[in-house]
C-alpha cells in the first residue's frame, strides 16, 4: 500500500469513526446538550474526512484542490471554538454564534476565486493562527477565572482536581498546530498524522469531560462541601437559605443541580435521610 491509498485508508476510517460517535451520541436517551454539541462537531469532522477521501485520493498532486481543501478545513475553528467555550459556559454554542463566525471566512473564499494565488492561502493561515490564539487566550482566562472561584470559596480544601482542564488546552493547541503543518508540507504522511492524532485527540478529551462541564463541577462541589452539610448541621433552615448559602443564585438551579448529582429532590433527600 502506498502513501496516498494509506492515506485515503485513513481518512475513510476517521469518517467512519465520527460518523459512528455521532449516530451514538445523538441516540442517546438523556443526550445531554454538551453531548449534542460534541456530536453536530463530529459531522462536521465525518465530512471534512470523507471530502478529503473523495477529492484527493484520485489526484493528490492538484494545487488547486489542496488550497480549497485548506479553505474548507480551516473552519474547524468553529467547531473548536463552540466546543471549548460551552464547556466552561453552558448554552454558548448557537447556530447564530457559528453563522456569524462563518461569516468571516466568505471574504477569503471571495478573494480566493477571484485571486487564485498561494498568497491568499498563506494570509487565510496566519489570519486563522491570529484568529485561534486569541480565541484559546480568551477562554484560558475565562477557565481560570472559574478555578480562582473554587480556591477562593472552597479554601478548606485541599484536593480539588481542575487538572482536565489541560487536557482541554492540549487538545485544542494540538489539532491548530497539527493542522498548521498539514497544511504548509502537503505530504500523504503529513495527512495520515492528522487524521491519527484528531481521532486520538478527540477520544482522549471525550473520556475526560464528555459526561460533565466546568459548571456541573462547580455545582456538584457546592452540594459536596457546603450544601450537605449545612442540611446536617442545621435542619431548620429553608431550602431557600441553604441554596443562597451554598452559592446558588436560584432555588430552581440548585434543585437541578441537586437532583442530577444525588438523583432525588433536596426534600425528598431531607426525608429519606430525616435531617
Known amino acids: 500500500m502506498n502513501e496516498t491509498a494509506f492515506s485515503g ?24 446538550r454538551l453531548q449534542k454539541v460534541v456530536a453536530v462537531i463530529f459531522v462536521q ?69 477571484l485571486w487564485s494565488d498561494s498568497m491568499v492561502i498563506r494570509c487565510y493561515m496566519v489570519c486563522l493562527f491570529v484568529a485561534g490564539t486569541i480565541i484559546f487566550l480568551l477562554w484560558l482566562w475565562r477557565a481560570r477565572q472559574y478555578a480562582m472561584y473554587i480556591r477562593e470559596n472552597y479554601s478548606n480544601i485541599d484536593e480539588i482536581d481542575i487538572s482536565w482542564l489541560g487536557v482541554v488546552a492540549v487538545f485544542f493547541v494540538g489539532c491548530q498546530l497539527i493542522w498548521v503543518v498539514i497544511s504548509i508540507v502537503r505530504h500523504p504522511l503529513t495527512d495520515c498524522l492528522y487524521y491519527l492524532s484528531s481521532i ?63 438523583g432525588v429532590t433536596p426534600s425528598e433527600y431531607r426525608k429519606i435521610n430525616k435531617l
Open 45 to 113: 469532522w465525518a465530512l471534512f474526512n470523507l471530502k478529503d477521501f473523495i477529492l484527493t485520493f484520485p489526484d493528490y498532486s492538484n494545487s488547486t484542490v489542496q488550497d480549497c481543501l485548506t479553505l474548507i478545513d480551516g473552519t474547524a475553528l468553529i467547531g473548536y471554538t463552540c466546543f471549548i467555550y460551552e464547556l466552561i459556559h453552558p448554552r454558548w454554542a448557537t447556530w447564530h454564534k457559528a453563522l456569524l463566525m462563518l461569516m468571516a471566512y466568505v471574504p477569503f473564499i471571495v478573494l480566493y476565486i
Open 200 to 262: 486520538i485527540l478527540w477520544q482522549i478529551t471525550l473520556e475526560h469531560i464528555l459526561h460533565t462541564t466546568f459548571y456541573d463541577y462547580v455545582n456538584s462541589l457546592r452540594i459536596e462541601k457546603k450544601t450537605l452539610p449545612l442540611m446536617e448541621e442545621h435542619p431548620e433552615y429553608t431550602l431557600e437559605r441553604i441554596a443562597s448559602e451554598s452559592g446558588f443564585q436560584s432555588i430552581s438551579t440548585f434543585r437541578r443541580s441537586f437532583q442530577k448529582l444525588k
Open 9 to 32: 485508508f485513513l481518512s475513510g476510517f476517521a469518517t467512519a469513526y465520527f460518523s459512528l460517535h455521532a449516530y451514538q451520541l445523538l441516540r442517546r436517551e438523556n443526550c445531554s
